[in-house]
């Protein structure tokens, strides 16, 4: 060979002197500078700087198109995407010098490996994300979504696959295998992603998506990838060894790394970050796992994936993990796998149109199957046609998931370039069009809407009652426990009491929700709700079996407390939350504390919690059940009518089977006061025909109506009542042009309590007295509200029927 001959990087041809030589290609990596003789050259020769030129080139693009695309609001990967294509052979490409110099094609594997690491950690903090413990919590409509997708679309895969791979030639069958295998997928990460981006992943929707999802992505994956086994052309001896392997890896995971995980938390103080040695040590067992995997001929994502399942989600080490490396991976490394795609993108390649026709067949074909698998049962589930569309377009977007998997089957020649170029940018075409239908159709005030019911009035009797009391002082704790003594736990139907303690976020620290519950080491931050915390947790352990309690810690700023107030609730599916009613009285009846926070906090939770609402005014400083079994509790409940006013009953009915509790219900009436709303009418007859019922086959509950004419004859009633009971239950709304409370209202200071609520807080009140003002869970979806009142008559005979059928079996 010549001296200053061009070879290729590789093994020289033939043989020399009997020995195997090979050529290596020497590239310097760092430039000199341009001040020295050798820096004269352009800085692009060099590896290091070039790869740092066309990171910067990635990004500068990115971010030009995402500020391009806001006013549409488009997902960050179609920027990702488009820069890639901008600077790929599709466009800036097809300039030789350009690709030549900034884009060489030995340069790829710079590129593919930053992004596939950055793809190992995105798919390790998706596993973090995920929760497995929702399939458990998981209601019928999240079952029934998930399995019904999932089997539409199995069934769909099986008989196209027997009719598409009979007609195509043998070339082409492990590509329609792999776009097919692409498109029956419903990644969590990319729906949790999606969700994350559009905000509403903690609302209603949101949960029940991330839910289907689960259950759907958890059928789906193994299948996948017993197909892959099942059609790859391999030793079944080697397809039996992945597949042992891969349970061992589970196994493992189970088995070693989960405790390694709890034994972290517990070695972390209540309120603080997980230290940095535990996340280095939580990083190399994900690297670890990806070489595991990769070696057994798994994907390689595929042990990372699981390692994050068994991390603990929520703090401390699942929400460190997060905020350390969500920033990184997801803002820079992650987003280089779209980018790359971008870059191998090539449109104008078309060899083969009447297989580019095939493929854009079985794309649409099975975009439009995903969509009917979800909207089919979310209309049998009873959910509105457009959440079921919301719903549908969720769990048929596409992202970052399908494009890596995409890639890999091109790097594996599974498909070429062509094919590759259609399926990527079908994947685009999808996500913006699920992005702007979901933007369209989905109401944003509606974050919390519930399709569950979440109230008292339609909780089973033999159903766990889960109530969340939050605190602000120790006195809100001690008031919260008397009320829930008050509500009767039993055997059959128990409280399940989830305890919050808000505290203001001080200094510079971050917000934290403390999870009391997990075993973790006691500090300072967490030692200021140790009393309050005691006090809940005294009670579970005085009650075992009817009283189950769960405490919490929020520590945040008060302009954000009702978003963890409402997120737990949601959770935990409680079915009324109790607030502490800003205002504090001393035992002389002296004011002695008036939050304008507090109240803030309240409001704003009444406009958006997911459920039921009680403010309760510890007025009158009740005695303590528990330290005194044999006091009587004198309970009222003034009914007007309304949502409010049934929910109040339905809580005063519950409290009623206590020995321990008299209860009272009050109806004002007038004669003229005329409800335009007949189904208001009838629900409210039938929640006091239930009571009569009752009272008449219990000693401790008594029903008595009173006439009054307007709003003067009320106020007296109410304070006449007030000298009676200890205890007096209203509700927050009612119609504003009642006659028995047109005045009031005109004169209330504080719309969060309703009329009578207000009164009853008066500063003025002359006899003081504990006051519960219960608000129904709001927006609930009401099939029968726009019936006329002719076409009720079936339903109520219906009505009546399933109540006598179930106050006979009570009785029984």
């Known amino acids: 060979m010549q001296v200053g001959q061009s070879i ?14 090979e050529c290596v290609l020497n590239e310097p990596i760092h430039y000199p500078g341009i001040w020295t003789p050798e820096g004269a050259h352009d800085f692009l020769h060099h590896a290091l700087p070039r790869l740092e030129f066309q990171l910067s080139a990635i990004f500068l693009i990115t971010q030009f198109f995402h500020l391009l695309f806001r006013p549409f609001k488009f997902q960050r990967i179609v920027s990702e995407f488009l820069a890639g294509v901008i600077l790929g052979p599709s466009c800036m490409g097809k300039i030789s010098k350009f690709s030549e110099i900034v884009f060489p094609a030995e340069d790829e594997i710079f590129l593919d490996i930053l992004s596939k690491v950055g793809y190992v950690f995105f798919m390790f903090l998706a596993g973090v994300h995920m929760d497995i413990s929702t399939i458990t919590r998981s209601g019928k409509k999240a079952w ?13 895969v099986t008989g196209f696959n027997s009719v598409l791979y009979n007609i195509l030639h043998q070339y082409h069958v492990p590509a329609a295998k792999a776009i097919v295998g692409i498109q029956i997928l419903t990644p969590f990460a990319v729906v949790a992603s999606l969700l994350i981006d559009l905000k509403i992943v903690n609302s209603e929707i949101g949960r029940l998506a991330l839910a289907c999802t689960l259950i759907s992505d958890l059928i789906t994956s193994p299948f996948t990838a017993w197909m892959r086994f099942a059609y790859a052309d391999m030793d079944k001896s080697v397809s039996v060894k992945t597949t042992t392997t891969s349970i061992i890896i589970i196994l493992a995971a189970i088995l ?7 034994w972290i938390i517990k070695q972390t103080p209540e309120g603080q970050a997980v230290r940095g040695f535990y996340i280095v040590l939580v990083s190399l067992s994900v690297l670890l796992s990806a070489v595991v995997s990769d070696s057994i001929g798994l994907q390689y994502h595929f042990g990372p994936f699981i390692v994050g399942l068994t991390v603990p989600s929520g703090p401390p080490l699942g929400s460190t993990l997060a905020e350390k ?22 449109i104008l390649k078309v060899y083969d149109a009447e297989f580019l026709q095939i493929v854009w067949i079985i794309i649409f074909v099975f975009s439009v199957v995903k969509f009917i698998s979800v909207i089919l049962p979310a209309l049998m589930c009873k959910l509105p046609i457009r959440d079921a569309t919301v719903l549908s377009a969720i769990m048929s977007s596409q992202g970052i998931v399908e494009l890596a998997l995409c890639q890999n089957y091109f790097m594996n020649q599974a498909i070429d370039r062509e094919t ?15 992005s702007l239908t979901i933007r369209l159709l989905y109401d944003y005030s509606r974050k919390y809407t519930g399709y569950q019911k979440r109230d008292i009035q339609d909780l089973a009797s033999n159903s766990e009652f889960r109530i969340l009391l939050c605190t602000h002082r120790q006195d809100d704790a001690l008031a919260a426990i008397k009320l829930l003594h ?10 399940g009491v989830y305890a919050l303690h808000l505290e203001k976020l001080v200094g510079k620290a971050a917000p934290v929700l403390i999870n009391h519950e997990l075993g973790q080491k006691s500090s300072s931050l967490g030692f200021r709700s140790t009393k309050v915390i005691d006090i809940f947790r005294f009670q579970g352990d005085l009650h075992p079996g009817f009283i189950s309690v769960q405490c919490f810690t929020s520590v945040s700023l008060p302009q954000f407390m009702q978003e963890d107030i409402c997120s737990l609730a949601f959770d935990k599916v409680t079915s009324i939350l109790i607030l502490p009613f800003h205002r504090k009285w001393n035992h002389q009846g002296r004011l002695i504390h ?27 400083k009740m005695s303590n059940p528990s330290r005194v079994p044999s006091v009587l509790h004198r309970v009222a409940v003034l009914f007007l009518g309304g949502n409010d006013d049934r929910e109040a009953l339905a809580y005063g009915l519950r409290m009623a089977k206590s020995p321990g509790v008299h209860l009272s219900v009050v109806r004002l009436i007038s004669r003229e006061d005329v409800v335009e709303d007949e189904w208001e009418k009838v629900l409210d007859a039938e929640s006091l025909r239930e009571f009569k019922l009752r009272s008449s086959q219990q000693d401790n509950v008594a029903f008595k109506e009173e006439m009054v004419n307007d709003e003067s004859d009320t106020a007296l009633l109410v304070h006449q009542v007030a000298e009676v009971f200890d205890l007096i239950m209203v509700g927050r709304r009612h119609r504003g042009d009642s006659p028995l409370l047109s005045g009031l209202i005109r004169w209330t200071e504080l719309p969060e309590l309703g009329p009578l609520g ?40 219906l009505y009546h029927k399933k109540k006598n059928e179930k106050l006979k079996g009570q009785k029984e």
Do not use: W, Y
């Open 420 to 434: 590759f170029a259609s399926v990527t940018s079908s994947v685009l075409l999808v996500d913006i069009v699920t």
């Open 758 to 797: 207000d009164m009853l807080a008066a500063a003025d009140f002359q006899k003081p007295v504990s006051v519960l003002v219960v608000q129904q869970q709001m927006n609930k979806i009401k099939a029968l509200a726009s019936l006329p009142a002719v076409e009720l008559v079936p339903f109520l005979n």
């Open 325 to 346: 490396l969500e920033t990184l991976i997801s803002g820079l490394f992650a987003p280089l796998i779209i980018s790359t795609c971008g870059l191998k993108f090539d």
């Open 8 to 21: 290729p990087h590789g093994e020289l041809p033939g043989e020399t002197d009997g020995q195997q030589h």
């Open 144 to 156: 029934t979504i998930g399995l019904v997708s999932v089997a539409i679309t199995m069934i769909v």
């Open 486 to 495: 008050m509500s009767n736990p039993t055997r059959g139907s128990p409280i």
């Open 594 to 620: 008036d939050s304008k926070v507090i109240r803030t906090i309240n409001c704003s939770v009444l406009d958006m919690a997911p459920c039921s609402v009680g403010i309760l005014i510890d007025r009158k």
């Open 256 to 262: 070693v790394l989960r405790p390694l995980f709890m």
